[in-house]
């Protein structure tokens, strides 16, 4: 699975997968959770996991290689409770990624990262996903495989009202009789 094409969806719990474009400028998701695949409308916000990175004491790290150093201490990342303590949070991850920024990165945020790494540990550290990693960040186009399908997610393209003209053609200086608007009564029974 490359992930360029997993994305998260404020409001909906866990990461999708994006599959195909629909002709109304939305798409298609499959969930990672579930496998449930759902119509998202284009007007939803979206936000590419390859896009999100963890603030650190000197430069942000890509989320990316937070979930690489997160596998190197799998026994950590995943022995960390979905409820646990923020306090339990930011011990987990000071043991991962000793030099984050405990100010600015919350503990919903570390709490998402755990959760998110549990769903796709099993994609992180493999070639295929280094590679379009890589590529990604040195502003190459990664090379195709056989298993990736490619989805183009385009703005919707906005249809143009017409208004029609309606106007009365005049013959001979005579002008159309006007229609007549005629109102069903009924009548009730005494």
Same mark, same amino acid.
């Not at 409820?83 to 949070?89: I, V």
């Not at 991962?96 to 990165?105: A, E, G, S």
């Not at 570390?110 to 590679?131: C, H, P, Q």
């Given at each position: ?8 969806? !404020? ?16 798409f298609v998701v499959e969930s990672l959770i579930?496998?449930?695949?759902? !119509? ?8 590419? &996991?390859?896009?999100?990175? #963890? ?6 790290? %890509?989320?990316?290689? #937070?979930?690489?150093?997160?596998? /190197? ?6 022995? +960390?409770?979905?409820k646990a303590d923020p306090a339990d949070l930011? =011990? $987990?991850?000071?043991?991962?990624? %000793? ?7 919350? $503990? ?6 755990? &959760?998110?790494?549990?769903?796709? *540990?099993?994609?992180?550290?493999? /070639?295929?996903?280094?590679? $379009?990693? *890589? ?5 190459? +186009? !990664?090379?195709?495989?056989? /298993?990736?399908?490619?989805? +183009?997610?385009?703005?919707? #393209? ?11 053609? #005049? =013959?001979?200086?005579? =002008? !159309? ?5 005629? $109102? *069903?009564?009924?009548?009730v029974k005494e």
């Amino acid at each position: 699975m490359s992930f360029e094409k997993i994305i998260t969806i !404020p409001g909906m719990s866990g990461l999708f997968k994006m599959i195909a474009q629909m002709r109304n400028g939305g798409f298609v998701v499959e969930s990672l959770i579930d496998g449930r695949r759902q !119509p998202v409308s284009s007007m939803q916000r979206i936000t590419m &996991l390859k896009d999100i990175a #963890v603030f650190t004491m000197e430069d942000d790290v %890509p989320l990316y290689d #937070v979930f690489k150093k997160m596998k /190197e201490h799998d026994t950590i990342a995943s022995g +960390v409770p979905a409820k646990a303590d923020p306090a339990d949070l930011k =011990a $987990a991850l000071k043991k991962i990624l %000793p030099d984050f920024d405990d100010d600015r990165v919350h $503990a919903s945020d570390i709490r998402k990262m755990f &959760l998110w790494y549990k769903l796709v *540990k099993n994609d992180v550290g493999t /070639e295929e996903s280094d590679a $379009a990693m *890589k590529a990604e960040f040195d502003g190459e +186009v !990664p090379t195709k495989s056989s /298993e990736v399908e490619e989805v +183009v997610v385009e703005e919707p #393209v906005k249809k143009k009202s017409v208004k029609k003209k309606t106007e009365d053609v #005049v =013959a001979d200086g005579d =002008a !159309p009789a006007p229609k007549k608007k005629t $109102a *069903k009564t009924t009548k009730v029974k005494e």
